[in-house]
């Protein structure tokens, strides 16, 4: 079956620590996108790639960090930088370079920090 | 803020009525999207209507668009327990935020059997 993936589905972390979220996708699509959903809130962007070895910071890219070495694979590590980490972190993508696209998600990686 | 705003917040309905949300924008667009997402889950695309277009159907679902009074609904007809969700509306960015998709805080639908 075609589509992204997101692991782990639920993640703790200790403050101070780095962590990493996965995100994979077999989509073949050129594009893709790291959101923070907050309780009642709409979808912030974190980071964005829309081709391998290159990515945009977004919105609210401090305290995290990207990579896109990969077209499949595009992880994003959450810094110890980050005041406010708990959230609901989900990841996008969207076929070609066009800018103005659908974007298809995967299911989400809840993040806590005890 | 780009943000679309969704009206209302939350909606409240029986099974087999009808629901009506409405999305504002701020800022020129070249298409609005519409998107699903239920509790503790993904979005779900739902519809993308382009600047061009006044009303789109898929389904049960109908979008309109007013881009003189930039302004979007989403009418879902005869809705089912299975319909609620948080549903957004979206559209992309321009200049220094191109290709970026922004989003409303969503209208939250429960629609009780």
């Known amino acids: 079956d075609g589509g992204i993936t997101q692991s782990p589905k639920y993640l703790f972390r200790k403050e101070g620590q780095n962590v990493t979220l996965s995100c994979e996708q077999n989509?073949?699509?050129?594009?893709m996108y790291w959101y923070r959903q907050d309780p009642g809130q709409g979808l912030r962007l974190i980071y964005y790639?829309?081709?391998?070895?290159?990515?945009q910071k977004g919105d609210i890219a401090e305290g995290y960090s990207v990579s896109r070495e990969k077209k499949e694979s595009f992880p994003l590590t959450v810094t110890s930088a980050q005041k406010n980490p708990t959230a609901f972190y989900l990841c996008?993508?969207?076929?070609?370079?066009?800018?103005?696209?659908?974007?298809?998600f995967g299911p989400g990686t809840r993040l806590t920090v005890l | 803020s780009q943000q679309g705003e969704e009206d209302p917040q939350a909606l409240s309905i029986q099974e087999g009525e009808n629901a009506t949300m409405n999305c504002s924008y701020k800022?020129?667009?070249?298409?609005l999207q519409w998107y699903r997402q239920n509790s503790g889950r993904g979005l779900v695309h739902l519809i993308l209507?382009?600047?061009?277009?006044r009303e789109k159907h898929s389904g049960r679902l109908r979008v309109t668009l007013d881009t003189s009074k930039k302004s979007s609904s989403l009418l879902i007809t005869a809705s089912r327990a299975a319909d609620t969700a948080s549903y957004f509306c979206?559209?992309?960015?321009?200049?220094?935020?191109?290709?970026?998709?922004?989003f409303g805080r969503g209208t939250q639908l429960t629609v009780w059997p």
């Open positions: 996008a993508s969207s076929i070609g370079r066009d800018l103005y696209n659908e974007q298809f």
């Open positions: 989509l073949n699509h050129d594009a």
């Open positions: 790639s829309q081709i391998v070895n290159d990515f």
């Open positions: 800022t020129s667009i070249n298409n």
């Open positions: 209507i382009r600047s061009n277009e």
């Open positions: 979206a559209t992309y960015g321009g200049g220094s935020t191109l290709g970026r998709l922004y």
